[in-house]
């Protein structure tokens, strides 16, 4: 039979159910596959010995009515994982062994799934690259020496790789998609306020959102159906009723109205975006869609605003990073210095940069200026896809405006990485769920990722359009694992 | 507008992150430009749009005031970087 590690998560559990392959042996090809892949340096702590002696527990005890029964899963280490050291990429945090659980990752442990490993990302989920974090680069199993996207590049680096069957990731502005497209994996963003924040390592709290990423569209609506819950520990959760996303997913999407956006075609694309994002539109027209030209009047304002209130919602989340309770500590003269000194040693330089931009824009005389302003924008940039709404069921854009890039390229110029997040930041802002799926290649045969946004808590409408699009798409990633000894 | 070196100390100072004379450079160059770009804004006119500070169109909840955590006082400390005891230790305050 085929390896266990290129099954998508949907074949591994009917594999699993059907007693054909059993947790034990899953979690033994997983953990073999991850020990050869170490040069991806996609992961930051492993579990593995704990995760064989779970799977053998799982096997000796099976429940079958789980939703992921024995699945070994890797996630990112922005989670906290009771017990299990939690570093959120950064060397402040280096020591950190959580005593409690976030609601996602506990959610995915009560259906089955078993800790596989903390995956690395971006510091604070700050990045588009994962060259930020404080255990270096990772590498994307496209191309070598290749950035996998981030924040969320360990993630979709081991996802890409095989290493585990499905992982998951937060976006604030673009980590989860924009990694997912340049690994030719699916990634979703769900609404602001339908998967719990508590126990994530918060970076901007207005914006900051877990969710799947997943080898197809059905194995996230299978992990989607696992995280999203209420959760009275966030208290910007929000109680609505969720959908059984795997089990209402349909191809059959004629008639839904899909929005092309005219501001997304922004100066200087590259051909093969707008070539992609054409095709996609006839994908879109061939799954029974209609095609209806829509108006985001203040696209434009979407990054400059969310390069305002992210590192405004940084400064204050990271200032309680002060060496006292726990993570790293300098050692200094005065309480001050002390506190000056482990900020210093302990956040990296683009953290250190946000930091200081959100203290800046909230700072006495600039607050208005700023951060007002910015809040101010935020509300016309939601009343475009409100109006847009009126009009349509979702919108079809590109992810990212270029394919991956190599390492190195982008970090010395602080906008230029930012731009990468030009198609995916407007989400967040909005609170909308938006998703990324893969849907060509570039002229070096680098993937592309089509992004579907849809209206708030209609996670369904977005799979739907994805599972359809994906069909007739038929993208498979070529992963000649390069990286292997 | 731009940011200058002393701005940049005084906002490091507020941010409680020490920074070397050659790095403070570095960073209000970066500023610089990053507010080139955030500048844009002010091409919109606002004044009569209300700001938007929570997506999520609730109103905070309440709950009871009841602890609900176990007895973590051993686990948490477990992370403290200095401790005496049941408490956590930093540099001498008060002379």
């Known amino acids: 039979m085929t390896d266990i590690t290129s099954l998508s998560l949907f074949e591994l559990i009917k594999n699993i159910k059907e007693k054909k392959i059993s947790s034990n042996e899953a979690t033994k090809s997983f953990v073999d596959r991850s020990e050869k892949s170490k040069k991806l340096n996609a992961y930051v702590t492993e579990n593995f010995e704990n995760c064989l002696k779970l799977s053998k527990e799982f096997d000796n005890k099976p429940n079958y009515d789980l939703k992921l029964p024995g699945i070994p899963i890797a996630v990112k280490d922005l989670f906290c994982t009771n ?148 959760d009275k520990k966030d208290s910007t959760s929000i109680d609505f009723k969720r959908n059984n996303y795997s089990s209402e997913l349909t191809r059959n999407i004629k008639g839904i109205k899909i929005g092309i956006p005219k501001e997304y075609r922004v100066d200087g694309m590259p051909d093969e975006i707008e070539n992609l994002w054409k095709k996609g539109i006839e994908y879109a027209k061939d799954c029974g869609a209609e095609i209806i030209d829509i108006s985001l009047p203040h696209t434009s304002y979407a990054l400059p605003t969310y390069y305002i209130v992210a590192p405004a919602e940084a400064s204050s989340n990271l200032a309680r990073y002060d060496g006292v309770k726990y993570g790293l500590r300098s050692s200094g003269e005065s309480l001050i210095d002390m506190y ?123 799979l739907n359009i994805a599972y359809s699009m994906e069909e007739k798409i038929n993208y498979k990633n070529n992963i000649s694992d390069w990286w292997m000894e | 507008m731009t940011i200058d070196l002393k701005t940049v100390k005084h906002i490091s100072k507020l941010a409680r992150i020490s920074l070397e004379e050659k790095k403070a450079e570095k960073l209000a160059d970066d500023m610089n430009s990053i507010f080139e770009f955030i500048e844009k804004l002010n091409e919109l006119k606002t004044e009569n749009v209300e700001p938007l500070t929570s997506i999520a169109e609730t109103t905070l909840r309440f709950r009871e005031d009841k602890i609900t955590s176990d007895n973590i006082r051993e686990k948490i400390l477990r992370n403290s970087p200095e401790k005496n005891d049941d408490f956590f230790v930093v540099p001498k305050v008060v002379e």
Do not use: H
């Open chain 1, 83 to 230: 017990e299990v050291r939690t570093t959120a990429g950064s060397n402040i945090l280096n020591n950190f062994v959580p005593s409690y659980e976030s609601t996602i990752t506990q959610n995915i442990w009560n259906e089955g799934g078993i800790l596989l490993g903390k995956l690395n990302c971006d510091e604070f989920a700050m990045g588009s690259s994962n060259e930020t974090s404080f255990f270096g680069n990772v590498q994307n199993p496209i191309a070598k020496d290749l950035v996998p996207g981030g924040s969320s590049g360990g993630s979709s680096s081991a996802l890409a790789a095989n290493l585990t069957p499905v992982t998951i990731g937060t976006d604030t502005g673009g980590s989860i998609r924009q990694p997912a497209s340049f690994t030719g994996t699916v990634g979703l963003k769900p609404t602001y306020g339908s998967c719990s924040r508590y126990g994530i390592v918060a970076f901007a709290s207005s914006l900051d959102q877990a969710g799947p990423m997943s080898k197809n569209v059905k194995d996230s609506s299978i992990l989607l159906e696992v995280i999203s819950s209420f």
């Open chain 1, 340 to 462: 000056e000194k482990t900020r210093s040693e302990g956040f990296g330089e683009e953290v250190k940069r946000r930091i200081m931009i959100g203290t800046y824009v909230l700072s006495s005389g600039y607050y208005d200026a700023y951060y007002l302003k910015a809040q101010k924008v935020r509300q016309l940039i939601k009343k475009d896809f409100d109006e847009a709404y009126n009009k349509v069921d979702a919108i079809l854009t590109p992810s990212t405006p270029s394919s991956a890039f190599k390492i190195g390229e982008k970090s010395n110029d602080p906008v230029s990485m930012y731009l990468n997040d030009i198609f995916t930041v407007p989400v967040n802002l909005a609170g909308l769920p938006g998703i990324s799926i893969p849907a060509g290649r570039d002229k070096n045969n680098y993937p592309l990722g089509l992004q579907i946004i849809g209206k708030p808590f209609d996670e369904q409408t977005v």
